[in-house]
Antibody, heavy 126, light 111 residues
Framework: QVQLQESGPGLVEPSQTLSLTCTVSGASISSDGYYWTWIRQHPGKGLEWVGHIYHSGSTYYNPSLKSRIIIALDTSKSQFSLQLNSVTAADTAVYYC??????????????????WGQGTMVTVSS | QSALTQPPSVSGSPGQSVTISCTGTSSDLDTYNSVSWYQQPPGTAPKLMIYEVNNRPSGVPDRFSGSKSGNTASLTISGLQAEDEADYYCSLYSTSGTLVVFGGGTKLTVL
């Protein structure tokens, strides 16, 4: 059974760096079939794609966050991570990690996010 | 890059059918078949219900179905049950700009 689990601080001070880790179990993070993804949800709001990483290390970021984020892969630990720099209160959200299925018959298009972590709430406040 | 518009809320009685629409502002939704739908009960993570317009993952009841016509995708839930009460989000993948966009979400109330 594939599971994803987010971990990291629940409170980050403004202007600091938010760092989260997603641990993957039951699936190979080195597989070419998936995009390993971060998605966030502001309190009471909808979902926002943050970015994702492919097993080769190629990354794809939301243009609105691109200047502040790094997503990285650690295959030895079966983990991928999110760093978001210079955070403000607007970055307060539940952060989910998710597995994105790739459709190679359609040129590497994303099929959908089939497995999600339970989410972790991150509050930006002093 | 398309923005996706969903109705804020829909409702129905047990046993009835409801349809949630998801309309794109550009031709992306018409062009791409990478439309998916997610169910999110309060306080829980989203769950995949439909992928690539009209495909159900294993374990999702066949009461849930998806379709697309032009720039609008739809999720239909037939035989409504109390457990279907949740927020529902559509999502679209395209190959430019913001690669993945989500609709604003629709709250389904089972009366």
């Amino acid at each position: 059974q594939v599971q994803l689990q987010e971990s990291g601080p629940g409170l980050v001070e403004p202007s600091q760096t938010l760092s989260l880790t997603c641990t993957v179990s039951g699936a190979s993070i080195s597989s070419d079939g998936y995009y390993w993804t971060w998605i966030r949800q502001h309190p009471g709001k909808g979902l926002e794609w943050v970015g994702h990483i492919y097993h080769s290390g190629s990354t794809y970021y939301n243009p609105s966050l691109k200047s502040r984020i790094i997503i990285a892969l650690d295959t030895s630990k079966s983990q991928f991570s999110l760093q978001l720099n210079s955070v403000t209160a607007a970055d307060t959200a539940v952060y989910y990690c998710a597995r994105g299925l790739i459709n190679w018959n359609r040129g590497g298009h994303l099929r959908a996010f089939d497995i999600w972590g339970q989410g972790t709430m991150v509050t930006v406040s002093s | 890059q398309s923005a996706l518009t969903q109705p804020p809320s829909v409702s129905g009685s047990p046993g009835q059918s409801v349809t949630i629409s998801c309309t794109g502002t550009s031709s992306d939704l018409d062009t791409y078949n990478s439309v998916s739908w997610y169910q999110q009960p309060p306080g829980t993570a989203p769950k995949l219900m439909i992928y690539e317009v009209n495909n159900r993952p294993s374990g999702v009841p066949d009461r849930f179905s998806g379709s697309k016509s032009g720039n609008t995708a739809s999720l239909t839930i037939s035989g409504l049950q109390a457990e279907d009460e949740a927020d529902y989000y559509c999502s679209l993948y395209s190959t430019s700009g913001t690669l993945v966009v989500f609709g604003g979400g629709t709250k389904l109330t089972v009366l």
